[in-house]
């Protein structure tokens, strides 16, 4: 498992070390961390003895650390020079560089590795670079300044970094939003603050957290008690949705899946995966539900969405589903609970008017776009975001949704934020570029619904949350997506195949 912070979260793990004296000795940590970082970027690409390594200093600690870490880099043999842009610098990090033979130039002169280390985690507000970003490699001293350790919000000007040397613990802000673009391949220092770190603010499965999620095949497994899915997914015009939800399903593991479709849905899911059972209503036991891919605007599959949030089960909404909701929310609220949806009616006027829902079993599946038409429907809410501060702070977003209607959402983009109502959260960010293909999401609603009908109940693999399963389907959409990536660009209706071997990589 990996585990993230926030900035305010590493400071405040720090004071303790600070209180004891221990400052220098953090900075030792952190600068020789750093120091080897870029040794390794110079060995990456050649000798390292004669090189040019240049920073962009500014007055603070971060500063600081970049100052020990050229001082240290200097006695290898590497020509170093610095820039400060705040006129200042830490004054025993700038006698250390001076004295390791380091120069300190008004403008930067041309290195192979640039250091970026103007602003840390003291920064606040507003940031421009005083420079343009160098053709360099640039290695970036715990973030790269400007972006925010909290939100991973930048300004557009920010220096892209190559790599990050981050120190203490991850931050959040390297993993979401554009502090994940901008800070390249990650690597965090341990200097010491274990002991003082508190609960992340965030997680992310990695490959051993996403196998313990994971069921292992069980001798006294039958198709009941393993879990079977419900499956309301198609229209007419859109049946393609529900061939590809449901073969994400099986292609997971599943005990059974009951589609409920119309005729020419189920018999076109029933061509391609025969092993699917199905009905025009929702009939039969499930121990999960998955609502929404193509469903449009049909009348019936309206209707089983009412059902499958009526009957209080884990359930995935996607697509036209959070459509449905969405409108449902957004209309007079005489007309809720009309005759023609009751059921839908019921369950949504109860969302409306308690301002919650049922709670965490009920996972929202929206990309930014859904989720602001979502939110702005929702209690008519006046502060609703739009899609482009989603997509900018999709973590908080995420979160703010999860509380606000009480639900758990997974919300997709490049990185995958999954939020639970009590503030819980996962990101999962190593898909590839190619899942942004139509189809891919019916593909992860499928693969989502399959994880909530086995791993939910005691039949199943145990009693994991909601929140944890939506991470774990985001982390093996995105396997299947970086597997099927090797063969060059794909449709999703060839996505299946590669989440069967993501999910044998991980049962492995
Ligand atoms: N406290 C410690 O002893 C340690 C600190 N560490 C380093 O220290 C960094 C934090 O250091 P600081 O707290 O000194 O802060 P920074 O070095 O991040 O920032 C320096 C100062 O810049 C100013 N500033 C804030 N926002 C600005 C803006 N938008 N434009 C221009 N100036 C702005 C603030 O006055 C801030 O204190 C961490 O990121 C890490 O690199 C590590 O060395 C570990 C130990
Ligand atoms: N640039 C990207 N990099 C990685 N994954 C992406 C990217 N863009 C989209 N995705 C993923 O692709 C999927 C697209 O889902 P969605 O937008 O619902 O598509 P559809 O509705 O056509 O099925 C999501 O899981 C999303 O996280
Ligand atoms: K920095």
């Given at each position: 498992?990996?585990?993230?912070?926030?900035?305010?979260?590493?400071?405040?793990?720090?004071?303790?070390?600070?209180?004891?004296?221990?400052?220098?000795?953090?900075?030792?940590?952190?600068?020789?961390?750093?120091?080897?970082?870029?040794?390794?970027?110079?060995?990456?690409?050649?000798?390292?003895?004669?090189?040019?390594?240049?920073?962009?200093?500014?007055?603070?600690?971060?500063?600081g650390d970049a100052l020990f870490a050229l001082a240290e880099i200097a006695r290898r043999g590497v020509r170093t020079t610095a820039v400060l842009t705040g006129g200042t610098a830490h004054p025993d990090g700038l006698a250390a560089f001076t004295a390791a033979g380091g120069r300190v130039t008004e403008e930067l002169e041309p290195a192979d590795v640039v250091i970026d280390a103007v602003l840390g985690t003291g920064f606040a507000g507003e940031f421009r670079p005083p420079l343009p970003r160098p053709a360099a490699t640039v290695v970036a001293c715990d973030l790269?300044?400007?972006?925010?350790?909290?939100?991973?919000?930048?300004?557009?000007?920010?220096?892209?970094?190559?790599?990050?040397?981050?120190?203490?613990?991850?931050?959040?802000?390297?993993?979401?939003?554009?502090?994940?673009?901008?800070?390249?391949?990650?690597?965090?220092?341990?200097?010491?603050?274990?002991?003082?770190?508190?609960?992340?603010?965030?997680?992310?499965?990695?490959?051993?957290?996403?196998?313990?999620?994971?069921?292992?095949?069980?001798?006294?497994?039958?198709?009941?008690?393993?879990?079977?899915?419900?499956?309301?997914?198609?229209?007419?015009?859109?049946?393609?949705?529900?061939?590809?939800?449901?073969?994400g399903a099986l292609a997971t593991g599943v005990g059974m899946v009951r589609i409920v479709a119309p005729d020419e849905v189920r018999n076109l899911v029933l061509a391609a995966h025969p092993e699917v059972v199905g009905s025009l209503e929702p009939r039969g036991r499930v121990q999960a539900w998955a609502v929404g891919p193509g469903i449009a605007d049909d009348g019936g599959q309206r209707r089983a969405l009412g059902v499958a949030l009526g009957s209080g089960l884990p359930t995935v909404v996607d697509a036209s589903g959070l459509e449905a909701l969405g409108e449902f929310l957004a209309a007079d609220p005489r007309s809720r609970g009309s005759a023609a949806e009751p059921r839908l009616g019921e369950v949504l006027a109860?969302?409306?008017?308690?301002?919650?829902?049922?709670?965490?079993?009920?996972?929202?599946?929206?990309?930014?776009?859904?989720?602001?038409?979502?939110l702005a429907n929702f209690n008519s809410a006046s502060d609703a975001p739009s899609r482009d501060s989603i997509e900018s702070q999709p973590l908080h977003w995420a979160r703010e949704a999860a509380r606000r209607i009480g639900v758990t959402v997974l919300l997709k983009g490049p990185a995958t934020v999954c939020a639970a109502p009590d503030g819980t959260a996962y990101v999962q960010g190593s898909g590839h570029p190619y899942l942004a293909t139509a189809g891919s999401g019916d593909t992860l609603t499928g693969i989502l619904g399959a994880l909530l009908a086995t791993g939910t109940h005691a039949g199943g693999h145990g009693s994991a949350r909601p929140v944890e399963l939506a991470a774990l389907a985001a982390c093996i959409h995105q396997r299947a997506g970086r597997l099927a990536a090797k063969g060059g660009p794909y449709g999703a209706g060839e996505l299946a195949q590669a989440v069967r071997e993501a999910v044998a990589l991980f049962a492995a």
């Amino acid at each position: 498992m990996v585990s993230a912070y926030t900035g305010s979260q590493v400071r405040a793990a720090e004071r303790p070390l600070l209180d004891r004296g221990e400052g220098a000795a953090l900075m030792a940590r952190a600068a020789h961390g750093l120091a080897l970082a870029v040794l390794r970027e110079l060995e990456r690409t050649g000798a390292v003895y004669g090189r040019r390594v240049a920073g962009v200093v500014g007055k603070g600690n971060n500063g600081g650390d970049a100052l020990f870490a050229l001082a240290e880099i200097a006695r290898r043999g590497v020509r170093t020079t610095a820039v400060l842009t705040g006129g200042t610098a830490h004054p025993d990090g700038l006698a250390a560089f001076t004295a390791a033979g380091g120069r300190v130039t008004e403008e930067l002169e041309p290195a192979d590795v640039v250091i970026d280390a103007v602003l840390g985690t003291g920064f606040a507000g507003e940031f421009r670079p005083p420079l343009p970003r160098p053709a360099a490699t640039v290695v970036a001293c715990d973030l790269p300044s400007g972006v925010d350790a909290d939100t991973g919000t930048a300004g557009a000007a920010v220096w892209r970094a190559d790599v990050t040397v981050t120190f203490g613990a991850l931050k959040t802000g390297l993993l979401v939003g554009r502090g994940r673009e901008l800070s390249g391949t990650v690597e965090v220092v341990d200097i010491g603050l274990g002991p003082h770190l508190p609960e992340p603010d965030v997680r992310s499965l990695d490959d051993a957290a996403a196998a313990a999620l994971l069921p292992r095949p069980r001798d006294d497994w039958q198709k009941y008690s393993r879990g079977v899915l419900g499956l309301v997914a198609g229209s007419p015009d859109f049946p393609g949705a529900a061939v590809l939800s449901a073969a994400g399903a099986l292609a997971t593991g599943v005990g059974m899946v009951r589609i409920v479709a119309p005729d020419e849905v189920r018999n076109l899911v029933l061509a391609a995966h025969p092993e699917v059972v199905g009905s025009l209503e929702p009939r039969g036991r499930v121990q999960a539900w998955a609502v929404g891919p193509g469903i449009a605007d049909d009348g019936g599959q309206r209707r089983a969405l009412g059902v499958a949030l009526g009957s209080g089960l884990p359930t995935v909404v996607d697509a036209s589903g959070l459509e449905a909701l969405g409108e449902f929310l957004a209309a007079d609220p005489r007309s809720r609970g009309s005759a023609a949806e009751p059921r839908l009616g019921e369950v949504l006027a109860r969302i409306a008017e308690e301002g919650t829902v049922a709670g965490e079993h009920l996972v929202l599946t929206p990309h930014a776009g859904e989720l602001e038409s979502l939110l702005a429907n929702f209690n008519s809410a006046s502060d609703a975001p739009s899609r482009d501060s989603i997509e900018s702070q999709p973590l908080h977003w995420a979160r703010e949704a999860a509380r606000r209607i009480g639900v758990t959402v997974l919300l997709k983009g490049p990185a995958t934020v999954c939020a639970a109502p009590d503030g819980t959260a996962y990101v999962q960010g190593s898909g590839h570029p190619y899942l942004a293909t139509a189809g891919s999401g019916d593909t992860l609603t499928g693969i989502l619904g399959a994880l909530l009908a086995t791993g939910t109940h005691a039949g199943g693999h145990g009693s994991a949350r909601p929140v944890e399963l939506a991470a774990l389907a985001a982390c093996i959409h995105q396997r299947a997506g970086r597997l099927a990536a090797k063969g060059g660009p794909y449709g999703a209706g060839e996505l299946a195949q590669a989440v069967r071997e993501a999910v044998a990589l991980f049962a492995a």
